[in-house]
């Protein structure tokens, strides 16, 4: 199995707070997780890759110190969105590479966040 | 700018017959190509990966790549009404490490 596992789901937070969201791989081990944002209508944009023990590389575009990533263990990393603000409302997913497991990636179910 | 390329639909297909779904990319350093498949409101799923030109079929599903053309399709026969969905072309371009979407073919099976 690929299991990969997101929380919150869903969370609605207010102007200038800080979420976090949490990526688990369940039943393997990944060195590699990477988030995406997806707004309404639109696909799947890269924002940044995570490399277990390292820090993460951002997408262009990307401000890394309001998107704080940190991939603490082969099966966990942690996105940070920071003094979040309403254009930062949208669908985040994670994904997870196995270890010597090619490019196939497996998404978690994503979590939508609303800032009012 | 690397680009996946998708006819977006919507693409009406009945029910029982063959769907096919297209895409084009711009990188010819591009070596991993993937389908997933996206109802609304929930994230990706893996259908099918394909790295060697040709086919490569997975029950209903049949990937073909063209590296030549930079063009990967994907093939569902026997199409049910549970294929419904958005499907994602995804690439993994050349140096890159994660994916580069395109966005997406919004099919529809009728019964």
């Known amino acids: 199995g690929a299991v990969v596992s997101q929380h919150p789901s869903w969370v609605i937070c207010k102007s200038g707070t800080s979420v976090k969201i949490e990526c688990r791989s369940l039943?393997?081990?990944?060195?590699?997780m990477f988030w995406y944002r997806q707004f309404p209508k639109q696909s799947l944009m890269l924002m940044a890759t995570?490399?277990?023990?390292?820090?993460?590389?951002?997408e262009q575009g990307v401000e890394k110190d309001k998107f704080l990533i940190n991939h603490a263990s082969l099966t966990l990393s942690t996105l940070t969105v920071t003094s979040a603000h309403p254009e930062d409302s949208s669908f985040y997913i994670c994904?997870?590479?196995?270890?010597?497991?090619?490019?196939?990636?497996?998404f978690g179910p994503g979590t939508r966040l609303t800032v009012l | 700018q690397k680009e996946v390329e998708q006819n977006s639909g919507p693409l009406s297909v009945p029910e029982g017959a063959i769907a096919s779904l297209n895409c084009t990319y711009s990188?010819?350093?591009?070596?991993?190509f993937f389908w997933y498949r996206q109802y609304s409101g929930k994230s990706p799923e893996l259908i099918m990966s394909?790295?060697?030109?040709g086919d490569k079929e997975d029950g209903r599903f049949t990937a073909q790549l063209n590296k030549a053309s930079q063009y990967v399709s994907l093939l569902i026969r026997d199409s049910q009404p549970s294929d419904s969905a958005t499907y994602l072309c995804a690439v993994v371009i050349g140096g890159a490490d994660g994916l580069t979407f395109g966005k997406g073919t919004h099919l529809i099976i009728q019964p």
């Open positions: 994904s997870a590479r196995k270890v010597a497991g090619g490019d196939t990636q497996y």
């Open positions: 995570s490399n277990e023990g390292s820090k993460a590389t951002y």
């Open positions: 990188d010819r350093g591009s070596q991993s």
């Open positions: 039943d393997f081990q990944a060195t590699t």
């Open positions: 394909i790295y060697s030109n």
